[in-house]
């Protein structure tokens, strides 16, 4: 290999799966290359549904002893959860997952404290059940003495160095995006010790060095750093999508659906709180103002009411349902816990009226109607709440590989949607690696590479608009 070029470890957890992925940086040149996959299976136990962290954490040291040698290592996952450690560092139970359901009356305990209103103007966090505030404040925090969230977790356990990201810790609505600091306020008045949390970290800052007993069991030689990356995975798949210019909307397509803009300052307005947009926190100022929808877990979790299917086969026969016959609001929290997905869509669209999908096929094509028509009303909106136009949208993620929903996704939206690339978490990782490195230059640098090394694909909308804005209406009851 030149020395020119360097070898970045990115971990990569996702809802369902989790990857060791490793990047190759060079001047000119950006090579991702799969060194490990594993499952991230959920526990039922009796107190409700937990992280199998152990597991996770085995994942990623076999995923880095299949990496090889590399030059660093970058940790992302999801949002919101936590580890608790007491006070000799020892972790306190596995963490608890995010659908679980302790969370469902918490909010109001918290609203008659901080009114929503207030809450929005403060931390610019959308509402969902899940965040970590509620979850504090559901939790019993048997003694702990410090919280790390998931990646921090997993990076502690590596190097023995405690740390917050920046743009993870954004998404536990105790963070000011306008200060992008710690809101002491809101914790004081919510009974949250900020002394839990460890100092906060900006993506590119060093997070320690592997353990001499991690660089036995995974064959590296050291010293190997640890480099703190865009940390909540949907931080580093924007910082990895192929845009010029700033005229673009993004789709961070996975188990979710993550539909916005990247803006230089948030938008904390009460009509974007009704709206319920989210303001977190990005790369070198930026913030990620976007709206959460359900995603392909609706399709996840039918496939695997019916057995697991051929998708391909699937898909095929989605294609050929007629469009738009029925749609359900893809950011309902209805659809929020697992089971029984094909017949709670039955049900939603029975209770609006509209015809009952039965076959797969026809649920598949619910579901992928009703995706792109959230994805329209989500770029819509974020346009006119942020007075921030657009003219393209990018779909990044796991979403890439599925043409008909990008298809769709352009129809409705009435704009062209360049996909991919589809491993856009692992590759913004990289990104940030090798810029700390002194590889890349800058956001703009790594994405212009981006866009020299990676395959997209461009949709141009296709078909009338007016059937998608009559489905909208139709959905909104209009």
């Known amino acids: 290999m030149s020395a020119s070029v360097k070898s970045y470890a990115a971990v ?22 799969e060194a490990h996959r594993f499952v991230n299976r959920p526990v039922r136990v009796p107190e409700g549904l937990r992280w199998d962290i152990l597991s996770l954490y085995g994942g990623v040291l076999d995923g880095l002893k299949a990496a090889g040698q590399v030059d660093s290592v970058g940790i992302d996952s999801w949002a919101v959860d936590y580890g608790l450690l007491d006070a000799d560092g020892a972790l306190l139970g596995n963490p608890v997952h995010y659908r679980d359901s302790r969370t469902e009356e918490v909010a109001q305990k918290v609203w008659a404290t901080v009114p929503a209103p207030e809450l929005y103007a403060a931390t610019g966090l959308q509402y969902a059940p899940f965040n970590t505030l509620y979850q504090l404040v559901a939790d019993r925090l048997m003694g702990a003495q410090r919280l790390l969230l998931i990646p921090d977790l997993l990076t502690y356990w590596l190097t023995g160095e405690q740390g917050t990201e920046l743009t993870n810790a954004s998404t536990t609505q105790l963070i000011d995006p306008r200060t992008r600091a710690w809101s002491y306020d809101i ?89 319920n947009f989210t303001n977190e926190l990005g790369l070198d100022g930026t913030v990620r103002y976007l709206r959460n929808i359900m995603g392909l877990w609706l399709l996840q979790e039918c496939v695997r009411a019916w057995g ?44 609006s009226g509209q015809p009952v999908p039965v076959s797969p096929a026809e649920v598949t094509r619910c ?112």
């Open 187 to 275: 914790a004081e008045r919510v009974g949250i010790d900020l002394e839990l949390f460890a100092p906060l970290r900006q993506p590119g800052d060093p997070a320690g060095l592997l353990r001499p007993e991690v660089l036995e069991e995974t064959g590296l030689r050291g010293p190997v750093p640890v480099t703190a990356v865009g940390s909540h995975d949907t931080a580093s798949a924007v910082a990895a999508v192929p845009a010029s210019g700033e005229r673009f909307a993004y789709i961070c397509t996975g188990t979710w659906s993550l539909a916005g803009l990247e803006l230089d300052a948030p938008v904390l307005t009460e009509e974007s709180r009704a709206a």
């Open 12 to 33: 990569d957890l996702g809802a369902s799966s989790g990857r060791v992925m490793v990047g190759r940086v060079g001047p000119d040149s950006l090579e991702l290359a």
């Open 367 to 478: 579901i992928l109607d009703s995706l792109a028509l959230a994805h329209r009303k989500a770029v819509d909106e974020a346009q006119r709440l942020a007075g921030h136009p657009v003219d393209v949208v990018h779909v990044v993620g796991g979403g890439t590989r599925n043409a008909l929903l990008c298809q769709l996704t352009a129809d409705a939206c009435g704009l062209p949607v360049v996909a991919g690339p589809t491993e856009a978490a692992a590759l913004g990782n990289v990104l940030v690696q090798a810029r700390a490195h002194g590889l890349v230059r800058d956001l703009a640098g790594g994405r212009e590479l981006l866009t020299r090394t990676q395959p997209l694909t461009r949709y141009e909308p296709q078909g009338d608009s007016a059937r998608w804005r009559e489905a909208q209406a139709r959905l909104a009851g209009d």
């Open 308 to 351: 697991d299917p051929d998708l391909g086969e699937l898909l095929l026969d989605a294609a050929k349902v007629p469009a738009l016959r029925s749609v359900v609001d893809a950011g309902d929290a209805v659809f929020l816990a697992p089971g029984r997905m094909p017949e709670r869509i039955a049900e939603a669209c029975r209770a």
